[in-house]
Structures are given as C-alpha cells and as structure tokens.
C-alpha cells in the first residue's frame, strides 16, 4: 500500500489517531511519519503510557475484578490513567485485566522471562501444602526454560529431573 | 569499536513490595526505603558514598546529571531522594526516582556483558536483604508499566556523526522501534541529541530474558556502526568535509570564549577527524572525557559555583585549549 500522505513511498507505519473523540487511521511511509511527528525518534514513553492506556479504557467501567481502587494503596484506575503511572505492586493484581491490553501493546508479550529475585517472597503465606508444590513446580519450570535459552544444558538436565520427582 | 562507541550502560529498576510505588509515597516512607537501600548495600561488597539530593546544591545535582549518575527526573524530584555512588562513580543507585531503586552501571566502550554482569551481582546481594515487589507472569513489578519484566535497559553511547550529516539517523530511528530498540538523545529521554551522540537502548523488557536483550543491542549496535564507518568513508573523501574537520581543530586550539553547543559540534568534528585517522591530536578516549568535563555545571562544580555564563564560556574554552597543547 502507498502511503496516505505522499502517495509514493511503500507504507510501513500504520498510525491511529483518537483527537477530541475523532478517531482516524493512517498508513504512512517511514519519511512521512517522520516529518508528521509519528516515529519513534525520542518518544516520551512515560508521558504517553497515560495516554496509552486512554485510549484502551472508557472512564466509566469498573474494573473487573470488582475494585473501583487498589486495598494497598488507594489508587483508583482513573488514578493510573491520568498519570500513566501505576500506586503500587498490588495494584497490578487489581487492575490486572485492565492493565494487560495495554501491556501488550508495549511489549508485544505477556509472560517475563527473564530472571527472578535469589529469595523470594511467597506470595499468599497461608498457601496450602499442594498450592506451595504447585508453585515450586511453576518456578522450576520457568527456570528450566530461562536454563536452556541460556544453553545451560547441565543445570537444565537437573532442573528437568527435579520437576518429574514433582510430577510424580 | 571505539571508533563509534562512547559507553555502556545498565540500569535496572526495582521496588520494594512493602511500599507503595514512588508516586504514591510520604516523605517519611521515602526516606525509610532511602536507609533500608542504605542498610542492605553496607555488606555487599562494594563502598558507596550516599547523596541526599536535598543536601546538595542545584549546581551539584546538574553535575551529576551530566555524568549520567541521576536523570533529569530525579534532580526536580521532592525530598526523600537520594543516589548511592561508588568510588569510582561507575556505580550508581538512585533511590525514590521513578523507582524505589535505580541500579545503574556504566562502563566506557562497547561492554554491555560486563557492565551486566555487575548489574546483576549487586542485584543478586539486595534481593537477598529487600523484598523486590515481583509477580510470576509480569516480572519485576515497576511504576510505570513499559518496565515491566526484566526492569532493564540496556544502553550504548554512540557517535554518529556520519549517519547524523547524511540524515540516516532519522531513518533507522524510525525502524528501530520495530526491533524492540528506541534511540534517543544525549541526556536520555525527550532529549535532543547535540554533537552526534546518541543513545541506543533496548525498549521492551517483557517477554524477552536480559540475556536476549543484551544480544539484541549488540546485533544492531555491531549493524548502526558498520552504516556509521560505511558513511564516513564515503565523507571523508571529500575536500570539504576533511576541511570542516580541520578548521574545527583550529577553533578548539584558539578560541578564547566558547559555548557549550559549539563546543560540542566541534569536538563532535574532531573526534570523526580522529577515529578516522585524519587528525593526529588527542585520542578518542581523551576527548571522551573532555566532552564530559565542559558541561556547564560540571565546570562550575570544579571552578565555583558562582560563575556567569560568560566566565563559564571563557573557562571552557581555556580547558579545551590546555588539552589541546
């Protein structure tokens, strides 16, 4: 496809545009965005997650675990939109479903994949024996894949039997 | 490398479960994290020196600012802020900035491996004393969400001043973003790049592991510059680009007042003409630091705080002209 604004370059970035309620979708090649502000040369991620995150919500819904604000510390999904800025580590679990559209938008994934903290916290401390098992398994195999991205083959390999002596 | 490559660096954010996010904190909860930060760094191994940023004069936090040991956020930020040093300044912890912490280490060249394995040491030692807020499918918990994950940027310091007179730079910035990659000016965020320095960092952190990150940077850094030394044999042909160079060596030897910005574009110049081999005079290194040293308030933190811009300008350019003897 052509681009919309000089129609002579290839289109490679697809713009779309809420202004004052309008909204407006665009295919620009990459000269054009440039020139129209719509590239990524020195964005101000901060500043637009709340605009982000707008223009994913309409302000009237309850979030939908039930919480019009986070227990720990007050925040209202109003709060984080205005600001772009999330209250707390609790919020998080709140606004969870809320959150997650434009989560993925930033990211382009969901799952973290990277490392963990050396001691964790547990995160429910009255967790059922089987609940507790059921995490170790869910760490031990997070691990196991972050070992075998890293070509880890030894730590993957005793890593792989702990979670079969689990399992079974 | 260092043809094209300043420094690297590392940063990873963090917070504590117990408190509310930075945007939400009390002084006084501020400025218990500050000693909890300051208690859990005392047996890790490594001496730092603790800045109360409401200790320290307006000129003094510019300093650090330009030093890249604070952003720009943290130096208009409320009480309750402090940034943790080490001897060497190549470690910095910023406490109550976006996030209860900001680890950052720096490293001059290309070294985003060992500047990581650091990173990630001194991060294993605070884990181990803090409760790092952290969930199982987002990672580290952070304020703002496009930190989620890893919690870590990745970032090169490159000289670009080829792709940047040809106007490639634009281009391949507006590209990166697709490569999970942002490049940015000199100071970081929303700031405009002076002299052809650039940062290239790493833009996603969730769903990728610090070590795919740092090979991801890598890749496109090792690409940007075979474009950079690509560009630069195709100018440096030419008469009225090696003349450029020249003349901006002739200005730096003289001058007598000079500002910031041109001394920049200057030493911008001089350092192509070096990296290239078309200069002989100061090493890449060399004028590294000097770019470093004639900020404006790191100028005034050396001569006196009480200068005007004048008296700065006169000064810079007496310290350009001694390094160029």
Do not use: W
Not at chain 2, 88 to 105: F, K, P, T, Y
Not at chain 2, 228 to 246: C, F, P, S, W, Y
């Amino acid at each position: 496809m052509l681009c919309q604004h000089c129609q002579k370059n290839e289109a490679t970035t697809h713009v779309k545009t809420m202004i004052n309620g309008e909204y407006a979708e665009y295919r620009l090649c990459p000269e054009c965005a440039h020139e129209m502000g719509y590239d990524s040369m020195f964005p101000d991620f901060t500043a637009d997650f709340g605009g982000l995150l707008g223009s994913f919500l309409s302000a009237a819904l309850p979030a939908r675990s039930g919480a019009t604000h986070c227990k720990l510390c007050g925040s209202t999904m109003n709060d984080i939109k205005k600001t772009g800025k999330v209250g707390c580590s609790e919020c998080y679990d709140t606004f969870f479903s809320e959150l997650m559209p434009t989560i993925r938008n930033v990211h382009g994934n969901t799952e973290h994949i990277g490392k963990r903290p050396v001691i964790e916290y547990e995160t429910v401390e009255d967790d059922k024996p089987e609940q507790q098992e059921d995490k170790k398994l869910e760490s031990l195999k997070a691990e196991l894949k972050q070992a075998i991205e890293d070509e880890n083959f030894e730590r993957a390999a005793e890593l792989r039997d702990k979670i079969k002596e689990l399992e079974a | 490398m260092s043809e094209a490559v300043v420094s690297t660096r590392i940063r990873l954010a963090r917070n504590l479960k117990e408190y509310p996010f930075p945007i939400r904190l009390s002084v006084s909860q501020a400025k218990e994290i500050v000693d909890l930060i300051d208690d859990a760094l005392k047996d890790c191994g490594i001496k730092f020196h603790r800045i109360d940023l409401d200790t320290v004069s307006e000129t003094m936090k510019i300093a650090l600012l330009e030093r890249h040991l604070i952003s720009p956020d943290f130096v208009s930020g409320e009480q309750g802020r402090a940034v943790f040093l080490s001897d060497d300044n190549a470690i910095s912890i910023m406490v109550n900035e976006e996030d209860h912490i900001r680890l950052q280490v720096i490293r001059d060249g290309f070294e985003p491996d060992e500047a990581y394995a650091v990173a990630d040491k001194l991060d294993n030692a605070l884990s181990k004393k803090l409760n790092f807020a952290f969930h199982e499918k987002l990672g580290y918990l952070t304020q703002c969400p496009t930190n989620l994950g890893t919690g870590m940027r990745a970032s090169v310091m490159l000289h670009l001043p080829a792709l940047e007179l040809t106007g490639a730079v634009h281009r391949i910035g507006a590209n990166l973003s697709k490569l999970g990659l942002t490049i940015r000016g000199l100071y970081g965020e929303s700031t405009k790049p002076i002299g052809a320095f650039f940062q290239l960092s790493n833009q996603v952190t969730l769903g990728i592991s610090e070590k795919a990150a740092i090979a991801n940077l890598k890749n496109i850094t090792t690409q940007l510059i075979s474009q950079e030394m690509k560009a630069r044999e195709n100018l440096l042909g030419k008469i009225e680009v090696e003349d450029k160079i020249a003349r901006a060596l002739g200005v730096l030897k003289t001058a007598l007042v000079i500002d910031h910005s041109e001394a920049m574009s200057l030493l911008s110049l001089v350092r192509l003409g070096v990296a290239s081999k078309k200069l002989n005079t100061l090493s890449t290194d060399s004028i590294d630091r000097l770019i470093v040293e004639i900020q404006p308030a790191s100028i005034m933190t050396k001569c006196g705080e009480e200068m005007s811009p004048q008296e700065r300008d006169i000064k810079r350019a007496e310290m350009i002209r001694e390094r160029f003897q």
